[in-house]
Structures are given as structure tokens and as C-alpha cells.
């Protein structure tokens, strides 16, 4: 059963499954970890400063200078100029957004209208360098990710039309129908005494609108109390969500689409009308202190501190939140329940405690955006070795400081030690192994290789993608416990867009399997289906008990369906059956389409860059397309190995084992016996070239990798 697991859209194999070397790289490796910080400088015009070097930086860990090891300078609008590839940008520099939409303090027709000016962003404003993602909150579920950070247009789009209307919520002020009472009601306004009554008549309605002001206020204090829960829950989901933020790379700039609470909740007295002070202030100077509602006349001690708390997790985490104002998208007969919250204040507190900006014209957000796009097109990134240690997953605080005057600078405000994977949350896995999939950058504890070749019997590909791992260290676990095996595969096109992917987890008994593992290699097989072109495919694989992980990149081309020229698919090494695992997809079983990785009947698993012992044979699986070819011709096979500079070495002893029938698709394979020879160990290719023996004259080469041992 395919699962739907939303994390960054890429992954690759080749048709020859060849590796795309890692991207430009920043700053030199070091074994010693380094911290990046992304740097924005605006001068006083709100503008990027772009000349700024590695002197004009200063920066401080935990209090002690650090050495900047290295400087680089990426300018977003000099790279569209130039056409450099978006692969140059180091992820600590990339900008990545996060469109939250708040079910808990917004009404559907507000969510329904942002979700236009949203849209409108990510079709026509996002650079094909940005990434981003979109998420929901609500006190009901809390934190929801859609899509996680991605440059796929379609699948953030596609996401964010799919916000329909929220669950029904009780968002009414006063859940315990007291409502009437409340200040302003019209059954209040009946009991003012007119101002020509006798001083004794007043006296009296001044006590009738004391005692209604007492029940208005301890139904105001109930309701608040339900409303000071929810958002307790709601600043508690935002820390987590900023929390799990921290597995990204570079700085998240939140576009928080939310009517905010009410600031009263906070801010007690400060957010009161002036005509509600005055009569406060009245009452209390009559000696009427039974009739006000004292703990809403001071700031809300508790939940401020909560506020501060949340506020802090979010620049920790490297987060700057856009404050969008949606309650201004109201319309006539809006579907929401109680008065409009004036959440402007708490929505002004988010985005000042973490650097960004309130936008109250929600129906122009596309403009505000590209003005913050403007902004940070430029960014600097210090890297630095730290020299303190504070202990796994504890908190660094840094300063950042310009030397020059009259510019504004925006930095992170700390980093975290890396904290073991049981103590990530399921939000913050599935961050991290996005992180690493949009990197690009093949690496990890888990080796791990790919191969992927496009069959051309149809319109929309076959495209068999193999996983290998070696099993050695699988087994390597305890053996009393169950190695849960995570694969995921995604291929994405050349604009970026997810064209096909699956994902599995695969469960191994250690007691039962471990031997068979540590035998050879472990290797799944799945399918995607493709239409011609250019793709690039990313495999990831993760230890879902430990959190290893192993990552690898490739890039695959699809020919058109029933070319007219000969091809030949890259030389498979057929796999021993007595070593190691191969697990193939279930869906292939109840596929109707033949697999592709059978000869006479015999199913196989080709092995990826396979490792060889001189002078010992290895069969290899030759498949080609001859469109066209008489029936009865054949073809001749030349052989030869090249080592991992291109040079060749010698040619290939190969023996002929046995030939199928050309099938339906104008696909015949062939069985053949391989033997290395004496090679030195080391890394070669198994190169074969294949002609038509008849009047076509056609030829047709390909190769793949393996390794002596």
C-alpha cells in the first residue's frame, strides 16, 4: 500500500544510475562540526546591504569570541542574473517559508480568502531557489504539516486549496451563555437612569447597574477563563511547531495567517477602551471594588510568561514570523461565532519578538511578501568551529554584531547541540529527513546505492528504481530487537515538480534474519511510472529505531516510447539467491504487467555496483531494444572493462549462457557469464557495446560500475 509521507519532493537513479557528484561546496570540510549563521543587513532604508566582508563581523558563542573560519556572501538577485544553479546555495542561506493557517483563532471565510493571496505567491513569486511548506494549527489537533519545505509548486498549491472549511470549534467568547450580560448589551443599556432623576433615584440605578456589572463580569471572567485555556494550548502547539523548526537548515520565515486572540486575555487594563477604564476607575473611587474584575485589570502574569517562553523557542530556532491579519477579510454574514477578537496586539507580539513584521492588508500580502523577498535577497553565512561545549541538545546562545553603523542586523540567536533521534518528536524526523533530501548532498552512517533503469514498452514507463544496502551493518543491531527499515524514493522533473515516488518500512527479525543479512546485501525493489524526460531521483533510507540514515542521488532519463534506434539497457549483475535479502515491492505481485527482471522465466534482483573476486564468473543480464530488426537476426556483444578514470583496462571474458525470446515490446535478453579476470582490487565499469548484424548498421553502448575486492 502506498503512504503518503509528505517530505521533500526529490530523489534519483539513473538509467546507468550514475551519481551526480555532491554541489559546489561553500567553505572547506573540516572533521570538526561547524555552525553556520545566516546574516541579513538592512541599512536604513530597508534595503540589503551587499558589501559587507567577513571583517565588518563580529561574533560571540555562549560570551567567547569565535574565529569566522568562513564567509560567504549569497545574493539571490545577482545568482537569477547570472543563471547560477540553485544547487550552489548552501542550505543555511536558502530561504524557506512556512504558510501556517490558524483554524483556532480565524473563521472560514478568513482562511478561504488568504488561501488566494498564498497561492498567488507560491505560483508567481517564489524564486526556483526558495522552498517552502504548509502547515495548519488548531487547539483541537494542534500542528498539522501538508507539505513539508519543498520547491514543488503544485504540492504546496495543491495543499493549500485543499484548506476547506475548519471543524467546527466553540470560538464564542462566553461558551456559558452569559454573553447578554456583558458590557454594551442592550439589556444593560435599559437599566442607566435618565440624568434629571432625583439624587436618590440615580443612587439606586447606580447600585442596579453595580449589581448588573457584578453577574456581567463573573460571566466575562468564565468565558475568559476558557478562552486563557485555549490559548495556553495554542501557545504550547506554536512552541512545538517552533521546536521542531530547529531540524531545518537556515532561517524559516513563518507567514502566520491568524485573527490572533485577544490581547485583553494578556494585558489586562492596557487594552480596555478609555470609557471602560474611566467607569473602572469610577467604581473604584466609589469604594465599588466588589464590581470589577481585578485579575483582568492587571497584565496576566502566567500566560504572558508563557508568551515570552513561546516568543524564545521561536528565535532559537532560527524562526521569523510575517503576522498576517486576516480578520480585516471579513465580509457581511461571516459564518463565526461571538464578536470579532481584536487580536492585533498578540499578533503584533509575534512578529516583533521574532524580527518580522505585522501585515494588517491581508488582501495585499503579495506585495508585503515581495517586499520581504527584497529584503533578504542578500544573505551572509559565518561559519565558525565552536570551542564550548554545554552537553547533547543544550542551547548556545550568539551574538552577532556589526561593525559598522546604521544598519540593521538579523541573526539567529542561538544554535542547540544535536539531541539523540529518541528524543526527536515525529514532526521534527520527518524535518530532519527533509533537510537532508533537499540538500542533495549524497552522505550519511547507512552506505546506501541506487539504480534505476526506464523501460520504453508504453506511453508512461516502468521504471524498476533498486535500493542497496549492505547488510553487514544492518545486522549490526541488537539482535534481541526488530530493525525497522524506512525507504523513500521520490523523483521530481527538471522543474522540480514530484512526477512519481513510494515509501515503505520494512520490518526484519535479527534473531531470525540477522545471519542472512550479514551475508550479502539487502536490496528492495519498487516502481514508478514516468513519462519522458529528464528526472532526478533521491533515495533515503533511515534506521526508524536509532535514526541513522543513508542518502544517495542520480539522475535518470526516459526515451521516448518505441524509438526508432537500437538501445541497450545499462549490464545487470544477476544477484546470488543465497546471499543476502531482496524484497521486492508488493504491488508487484499483483501487477498484470510481466516484470521486467525475469530471463526464461527465472525472476531476479540486479545487483547494484556489485563487488567481484578476480577470476570468479558473475552472471549479467544484457537487455536491448532492436525496433525494427528482422525476425531470426541477431546482434553481436563487444566487452571491455574501464577502470574509474576511463581507461581501459582489458577486455571482457564473456561467455554466452542462454538467450530469451524477443517479447511483445521488441525487448530481447540475454544471459552471459562475466569474469573479471586478475584485477587489482579497486572501483571499474563493465562496459558493452552492442550491433545489429544485418543491413540497419545500428549500434548502441552502456555500462555499469563494480568493484574488485
Known sequence: MRSIIFLPFFLATTAVASSIPPGHTFHESSDVALVEVPVNVVGGDGQPIRDLTMADFDVEDEGHSVKITAFDVVDLKHNRMTSDPADAIPEAARRHFLFLFDFSFATANEIVQSRRAAMDFIEHEMDPEDRAAVATTSVEIGPRLLVNFTADRKQLVAAIRSLGLPKMAEQARDPLAFAFMIPGDPFIKDLVAPGEEDAQRAAVASDSIAVTKLFANMAQKTADAYSETRVSRHLGEMGALATALDAVQGTKRIIYFSEGFDGRLVFGNLMKTTSGSVADNDAMTRGGFWALDVDKRYVNGPLEHEISQTMEL???????????????????????????????????????????????????????????HEKTSVTYVLSFQPTVQLGDGRFHRLKVRLRRRSARVSARAGYYEAKGFHALTPLERSLSAADVINSGRPGGDIPIQAFAVAFDDAALSRVPILVQIPGKGLSGSD????????????????????????????????????????????????????????????????????????????????????????????????????????????????????????VQGTPFVPRVAPSLVAGIGSRVCLMVYRPGAVPGSSFSIDAEIVDAGGRKRAPAAMALIGKARRDSGGLEKVLLDFKAGDLPPGDYSLRITVRDVGPQDQSSSSEARFTVS
Open 314 to 372: 521561536f528565535r532559537r530556532s532560527d524562526c521569523v514570523v510575517y503576522s498576517v491579519d486576516i480578520a480585516r477579510l471579513r465580509v457581511e454574514g461571516d459564518a463565526s461565532m461571538g464578536q470579532r477578537t481584536d487580536g492585533q496586539e498578540s499578533l503584533f507580539l509575534f512578529a516583533h519578538e521574532t524580527g518580522g513584521d505585522l501585515i494588517q492588508n491581508g488582501n495585499d500580502l503579495v506585495g508585503a511578501l515581495r517586499r520581504i
Open 479 to 598: 539482535p534481541g530487537e526488530k530493525l525497522r527499515m524506512g525507504i523513500y524514493v521520490y523523483v521530481t522533473n527538471e522543474q522540480g515538480s514530484l512526477a512519481d515516488y513510494f515509501s515503505r518500512t520494512i520490518s526484519f527479525d535479527l534473531a531470525r534474519e540477522g545471519e542472512r543479512l550479514a551475508s550479502g546485501d539487502f536490496r528492495y525493489y519498487g516502481i514508478c511510472h514516468l513519462l519522458p524526460g529528464r528526472y532526478r531521483v533521491r533515495a533515503y533510507v533511515r534506521d526508524e529505531n536509532t535514526g541513522r540514515y543513508g542518502f544517495t542521488v542520480s539522475s535518470l532519463v526516459v526515451p521516448e516510447a518505441g524509438g526508432a534506434r537500437m538501445r541497450a539497457l545499462p549490464p545487470m549483475f544477476v544477484s546470488d539467491g543465497g546471499r543476502g535479502m531482496n524484497v521486492r515491492d508488493a504491488e508487484l505481485a499483483s501487477s498484470p504487467v510481466a516484470d521486467p527482471f525475469e
